[in-house]
Structure formats: C-alpha cells, structure tokens
C-alpha cells in the first residue's frame, strides 16, 4: 500500500507564508482525488481543499478562500498547499490524504471519510 508524506510545516510570523508537499511513494497520486485537512489542539480535523487527479477542479473551504491554492504535478507525484497570510488561527497538523474511489465528489468534497489513505501530517505554527 502506497504511503503519503507531508512535508513544509514550521514557525512562521503572522502574513506570512508557508508552502507543503504530500509527496506519494508506492503508489501513483494521478489517479486520486486529494485533500488537505487540518487539526488545532483540541479541535476536530477539518477540510481545507481538495484537488481532483487532473487537477482541473479545485474546491476550498471558507477559511482558505483567497490564502491558499492547491496544485499538484503528477508528474512528481506531488500534491503542494501554497498558504499566504498565514494567521494564528491556522496553527495545527496539517494533512494530506486520498479519496477512497478515485472519483471527484462535488457533493461532499471535503467530507472526512470519503478519504482513506492519511499522511502523518506536518505541524504549521503562526506566531502573532
């Protein structure tokens, strides 16, 4: 079974920026829808935005509209979160993950179990 790693997190200052990987190994992402999703201390996980396996669909939760933007290079089997004016309320682990049929669900695109195969995820801290 193929395995995703995060990769990008650290400490950064209020507006300002961060970009992560998910980087696939055994298995090939271009056939995967892929999400991001975060988790504060405390709090549920939750969907940030999801990318289909062409990359020509994009759907983003309110708290990333206008910050962020997911893209992915299939051919490097890498999905990236580029997140700009980063503020203190997106501290958390941040993740990536596949679908679980290899389909686009514009009814539920970021709902958690819809998506099987989860990285470890990379801790994001913004310090104000």
């Known amino acids: 079974q193929g395995q995703l790693v995060e990769s990008g997190g650290g400490l950064v200052q209020t507006g300002g920026s961060l970009r992560l990987s998910c980087t696939a190994s055994?298995?090939?992402?271009?056939?995967?829808?892929v999400g991001w999703f975060r988790q504060a201390l405390a709090k549920a996980r939750e969907g940030i935005v999801t990318?289909?396996?062409?990359?020509?669909?994009?759907w983003y939760a309110d708290s990333a509209k206008g910050r962020f933007t997911i893209s992915r290079d299939n051919a490097k089997n890498t999905v990236y979160l580029q997140m700009n004016s980063l503020k203190p309320e997106d501290t958390a682990i941040y993740y990536c993950?596949?679908?679980?049929?290899?389909?686009?669900?514009?009814?539920?695109?970021?709902?958690?179990?819809?998506?099987?195969?989860w990285g470890r995820g990379t801790q994001v801290t913004v310090s104000s």
């Open positions: 993950a596949t679908d679980r049929w290899g389909v686009w669900n514009p009814s539920a695109p970021l709902r958690l179990d819809n998506f099987g195969s």
């Open positions: 055994e298995m090939d992402l271009k056939e995967w829808t």
């Open positions: 990318i289909n396996n062409d990359g020509d669909k994009q």
